[in-house]
T-cell receptor, first 113, second 112 residues
Framework: DTAVSQTPKYLVTQMGNDKSIKCEQN?????MYWYKQDSKKFLKIMFS???????INETVPNRFSPKSPDKAHLNLHINSLELGDSAVYFC????????????FGPGTRLTVL | AQSVTQPDIHITVSEGASLELRCNYS??????LFWYVQSPGQGLQLLLK??????LVQGIKGFEAEFKRSQSSFNLRKPSVHWSDAAEYFC??????????FGPGTRLSVLP
């Protein structure tokens, strides 16, 4: 059983398109996150949700919007994709905030052409 | 806000040799401290974490880390490296009520 799953694993698309990446966790956790890992392996938190409420919203472009239909899911929707959006996006979850272990999904490699 | 530095971008060691990966943080108090490992093409996995108490923390896969408040450091160590340890290692900090911040990572290569 996969604890944190993401789909798709790879996503290749044209500039200007809108795409979504799905994330699901079966750990019963209350907090979920989205991270972006650039080509230099630098990881930066984008969003986190705790009990379906956005609690961290980093200074990412508003083209990126997290959507959480329920506690087990946090999807990432991206509008008007740009070349600079190409990266690996990781979903993660933790029991709560404040020092809890984060469990990561396998990542989604997004390539914008 | 907290920050994390990992001074070594890339380290190469021989299999069986000892390993130390450096991590320094900046924060007004003692944050939560973590080490994660990312194998090629994979997500991140927690190796160990420090909250309070004993400053020497044991983790999985034979790793340990020592918190040194005076040096604002949380270095990762392993006495004998295995070829399967080749990966990217990330130190991370989380201040109270603050964001979770990763360091830039250290890539470990292991020579046979």
């Amino acid at each position: 059983d996969t604890a944190v799953s993401q789909t798709p694993k790879y996503l290749v698309t044209q500039m200007g398109n809108d795409k979504s990446i799905k994330c699901e966790q079966n750990l019963g956790h209350d907090t979920m996150y989205w991270y972006k890992q650039d080509s230099k392996k630098f990881l930066k938190i984008m969003f986190s949700y705790n009990n379906k409420e956005l609690i961290i919203n980093e200074t990412v472009p508003n083209r990126f919007s997290p959507k959480s239909p329920d506690k087990a899911h946090l999807n990432l929707h991206i509008n008007s994709l740009e070349l600079g959006d190409s990266a690996v996006y990781f979903c993660a979850s933790s029991q709560d905030q404040g020092g809890y272990t984060q469990y990561f999904g396998p990542g989604t490699r997004l390539t914008v052409l | 806000a907290q920050s994390v530095t990992q001074p070594d971008i890339h380290i190469t060691v021989s299999e069986g040799a000892s390993l130390e990966l450096r991590c320094n943080y900046s924060y007004g108090a003692t944050p939560y401290l973590f080490w994660y490992v990312q194998s090629p093409g994979q997500g991140l996995q927690l190796l160990l974490k420090y909250f309070s108490g004993d400053t020497l923390v044991q983790g999985i896969k034979g790793f340990e880390a020592e918190f040194k408040r005076s040096q604002s450091s949380f270095n990762l160590r392993k006495p004998s490296v295995h070829w399967s340890d080749a990966a990217e290692y990330f130190c991370a900090v989380e201040g109270y009520g603050q964001n979770f911040v990763f360091g830039p990572g250290t890539r470990l290569s292991v020579l046979p």
